[in-house]
């Protein structure tokens, strides 16, 4: 019987067709340095961000002019350059890569003035750069689970539950054609929120599509979500609620708070 995979074998084989869309919550994991990532042509250095990263290919964008994007496009199918660090640890030194790379093309960026994204082949990846960008999208399998698992049991926002979880005590909601309203959490979720706002707050229909802002000290966290229900309770507060999309931040952050009030209940004991 073969051996299974492991290390860079293992993530080669499990990813090579997944990708890391460059949010900011994936170059804070991953430590991506954004002043230090450039992609080189011939003799012309041009300074661009991740936008997506792949084992086989990668998205870069870059800032250009119309002009400058024209006269780029005569080194599509030629061979380039990519600069890109990496520090997931937050080491005093980040690892630092120079590939060799096609680059397969260059487009206009959709909704954005002068930007331009370059498409790039990856002829080959460096074992701890596979490893980093590997281990990171198994931490994503993982954090899907538990988005899955934490948003079985509501948790109740009392003081102290907001003192371990880390939250500031605020946050808003927000929707299409309607300014930001702050709302007050009742119980949250990796899956739904229930919250009230003031009087005068409008009852959004079941089914709009809503973002939330809320601030907690580890992170900032912006969620989208969409309203299942909404009533104006008798004291003229909108209490609603709403199902959440997947976020990473508000997972760890849930994830945290469970083990740390479980470590609570075991000094107790």
Not at 92 to 103: A, H, M, V
Not at 190 to 208: C, D, M
Not at 209 to 231: D, P
Request: a positive charge; proline letters at 4%.
């Amino acid at each position: 019987m073969a051996n299974a995979p492991q290390g860079m074998a293992q993530y080669l084989e499990k990813f090579s067709e997944h990708s890391i869309a460059c949010n900011s919550y994936a170059i804070e994991k991953l430590g991506i340095d954004r002043a230090s990532c450039s992609i080189k042509l011939e003799d012309y250095v041009i300074l661009c961000i991740p936008y997506q990263l792949g084992f086989k290919r990668s998205i870069f964008l870059a800032s250009l002019s119309a002009q400058e994007l024209i006269f780029f496009q005569k080194y599509v199918n030629q061979m380039a350059g990519l600069s890109i660090s990496f520090n997931p640890e937050k080491r005093p030194q980040p690892l630092k890569f120079f590939l060799r790379c096609t680059l397969q093309a260059i487009t206009p960026m959709k909704g954005r003035e002068n930007s331009g994204l370059f498409v790039v082949e990856m002829k080959a990846n460096p074992e701890a750069m596979v490893n980093m960008m590997g281990s990171y999208l198994e931490n994503q399998e993982r954090i899907k689970t538990q988005y899955e698992d934490y948003g079985k049991d509501p948790i109740h926002m009392t003081p102290e539950t907001a003192r371990i979880m880390g939250y500031n005590m605020f946050a808003t909601i927000s929707s299409a054609g309607q300014e930001a309203r702050r709302v007050q959490i009742f119980t949250i979720s990796s899956k739904n929120i229930h919250h009230l706002e003031a009087q005068g707050a409008p009852v959004r229909a079941a089914g709009t599509a809503v973002i939330y802002h809320l601030f907690f000290r580890k992170y900032r966290v912006t969620i989208t979500g969409t309203v299942t229900e909404a009533v104006t309770m008798p004291q003229g507060l909108v209490r609603t609620q709403a199902s959440l999309s997947l976020s990473p931040e508000l997972v760890e952050i849930i994830d945290e708070y469970l083990y740390n009030k479980s470590k609570m209940n075991w000094k107790d004991d």
